[in-house]
C-alpha cells in the first residue's frame, strides 16, 4: 500500500525559510520520479518542483526557481522541498507525489504522469 506523508508545514514570515518532508512507503521508492506540488484557496493545482528517481536532475516552476530546492534520500525514502525567501503567494497545501512510471520519466512537469499523492502539508507566508 503506498503512503506519502508530508510535514514541515506551518506559518512563515514573507522572505523565510521552510523545509518540507514527505516519507514514503509501500513502493521501491528509489526506482520513482517524485514531485511536490500545490494548490493554493480558490485555485487549480500547480506542479512546483520534480526530481529524477537517482536525484541526478531536478526541475522547477518558474514562480519558485532560484528559491526553492528539491532533494531526497533514497536511504530514508524520503524527498524534501527547501523553501528560501517565502512569498505570500507561496501559501498553498503542499502535496508530495509519486510518478506513475518507473525510472527518469519525461513530461515531470504535468500533474498527469502521477498516480499517487499524499494529504498534504499546509504553508501559511504572512507577515
Known amino acids: 500500500q503506498v503512503q506519502l506523508v508530508e510535514s514541515g508545514g506551518g506559518l512563515a514570515q514573507p522572505g523565510g525559510s521552510l523545509r518540507l518532508s514527505c516519507a514514503a512507503s509501500?513502493?521501491?521508492?528509489?526506482?520513482?520520479?517524485m514531485s511536490w506540488a500545490r494548490q493554493a484557496r480558490g485555485k487549480g493545482l500547480e506542479w512546483v518542483s520534480g526530481?529524477?528517481?537517482?536525484?541526478?536532475?531536478?526541475y522547477y516552476a518558474d514562480s519558485v526557481k532560484g528559491r526553492f530546492t528539491i532533494s531526497r534520500d533514497n536511504a530514508k525514502n524520503t524527498v524534501y522541498l527547501q523553501m528560501n525567501s517565502l512569498k505570500p503567494e507561496d501559501t498553498a497545501l503542499y502535496y508530495c507525489?509519486?510518478?506513475?512510471?518507473?525510472?527518469?520519466?519525461?513530461?515531470?512537469?504535468?500533474?498527469?504522469?502521477?498516480?499517487?499523492w499524499g494529504q498534504g502539508t499546509q504553508v501559511t507566508v504572512s507577515s
Open positions: 507525489t509519486k510518478s506513475r512510471r518507473g525510472g527518469n520519466i519525461a513530461g515531470i512537469g504535468d500533474v498527469n504522469v502521477y498516480d499517487y
Open positions: 526530481i529524477y528517481s537517482d536525484g541526478s536532475d531536478t
Open positions: 509501500g513502493f521501491t521508492f528509489s526506482n520513482y520520479a
